[in-house]
């Protein structure tokens, strides 16, 4: 069996977004993805993927030509090799990470949100040749099912007219009405049992009675909101007195771990992070203040599947729930998302996912949600296939591009609605 990787093959694409409603915008029509594939000498080709905005893409391609050669069963020899890629720092310094979504942006993290898709691929082509699940490779699943929650979003009914884009059956969610019906669209068609509400967009007593109005709708369920550090301590601390009897958890409601720490000593309301939390390095404050009680782990910028294990490690050490976040994504991150969680025994809250929301994929037979479940693949490797006449087609519109939609820019897509449109400072409220 020849494992080694004879070439690596990069594929930018740009898959269909709907108008979804954040702090810093809305999402663009369109959003970059890169799509890495390893092939082994023995033709054996293994997938990953990661964020395709071009900072990635250059850091990909120094990586790819590296790393020919290697095993893929040599993971620790891929990061060594991410390592000495050099990061160009104009790349990082002074900027925000995805329009200020997932903290700060590193060098490091930059790196590791590359070389995950580089690991999810070599594990996936392992799996492969050695016909095992990728779950099996980090240590077999403890669950045949993973838990996934409604991800719900204040939302446009479509793009502003004039903007090239897909229409979406999904309508307008601007006042609490609105996002019930969204959250009964998703359950009904996914049987999510859980719900997260994407807030920072509109005043917090908006917010409150759109969180008040779910658990009317769902009583019992676990409901969450999440307002990308929007807000400050003493408005983070009235929304957990309003909404504590409902609330699984209040994801970053304000911004950084001295923030965080304050608000958690004033709230028994748990605190989730995938902001003040996003690296290894971050862990010891925050853990040792209390600022956060669940951290979201997204497998991409903590660097692949392994790390998603380590830091589950950790987390439980100290106490600390585990669960995940997510950024727009496809069915293959969507499968790695699963694996890795399927291996993770602390797993007390469902995972975030956009998925529902990505009409187009890159594979052959899109990954099911059934009762908000994603059954674990046991088929070797990741248990997913490539779909290449819509990885061209999505590539095609990646090349067709004049580089507007290459880089994902929130507050560029609200400025077509609103011109005047800035990026908020925070806390907005
Ligand atoms: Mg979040």
Request: include cysteine; glycine fraction near 10%.
């Amino acid at each position: 069996m020849n494992l080694a990787i004879e070439r690596v093959r990069l594929t930018p694409v740009l898959v269909a977004d709907p108008p979804l409603l954040n702090t810093q915008g809305v999402h663009q029509p369109y959003t970059p993805r890169l799509i890495v594939e390893v092939v082994t000498a023995d033709g054996i080709t293994g997938v990953g993927e990661t964020y395709g905005d071009t900072k990635y893409l250059e850091l990909a391609r120094p990586l790819a030509r590296k790393v020919t050669g290697r095993r893929v069963s040599d993971l620790n020899g891929l990061f060594r090799d991410a390592d000495e890629v050099a990061v160009d720092a104009s790349r990082v310094v002074g900027q925000a990470d995805v329009g200020g979504l997932r903290g700060v942006q590193t060098a490091g993290k930059l790196r590791l949100s590359v070389v995950s898709a580089f690991e999810v691929a070599c594990l996936d082509a392992l799996g492969k040749a050695l016909g095992l699940p990728v779950h099996a490779l980090l240590g077999g699943k403890v669950r045949d099912a993973v838990e996934y929650s409604a991800y719900l979003f204040y939302k446009w009914a479509g793009h502003p007219a004039g903007v090239p884009s897909e229409p979406d059956d999904w309508g307008a969610a601007l006042d609490p009405a609105g996002v019930v019906e969204q959250a009964r669209k998703l359950a009904g068609r996914y049987g999510f049992t859980s719900f997260k509400l994407k807030g920072g967009v509109f005043p917090p007593e908006e917010e409150i009675a759109a969180v008040r109005a779910l658990a009317g709708a769902f009583p019992g369920r676990p409901m969450r909101l999440d307002p990308n550090g929007a807000w400050s301590v003493e408005t983070s601390l009235r929304v957990a007195e309003e909404l504590g009897d409902v609330l699984e958890y209040l994801e970053d409601p304000a911004l950084g771990t001295p923030a965080m720490a304050e608000i958690a000593a004033r709230t028994g309301v748990p605190l989730a992070t995938n902001m003040c939390v996003t690296t290894f390095a971050e862990i010891p404050e925050a853990f040792t203040r209390g600022a956060v009680q669940v951290v979201l782990s997204d497998h991409h910028y903590w660097g692949g599947l392994r790390n998603t294990q380590h830091l589950a490690a950790v987390c439980r050490a100290f106490g600390v729930g585990v669960s995940m976040h997510s950024n727009t994504h496809l069915g293959i991150s969507l499968a790695a998302m699963t694996h890795v969680a399927a291996t993770v025994p602390d797993l007390h809250h469902a995972c975030d996912s956009h998925y529902p929301w990505q009409s187009e994929d890159v594979l052959t037979e899109r990954l099911v949600f059934e009762g908000g479940r994603v059954a674990v693949p046991d088929a070797p490797g990741l248990g997913v296939e490539l779909d290449r006449d819509r990885l061209a087609f999505l590539h095609r519109r990646w090349l067709d591009d004049d580089g507007a939609l290459r880089d994902r820019d929130d507050a560029a897509a609200m400025r077509a609605a609103d011109p005047a449109w800035v990026t908020p400072s925070v806390p907005r409220w």
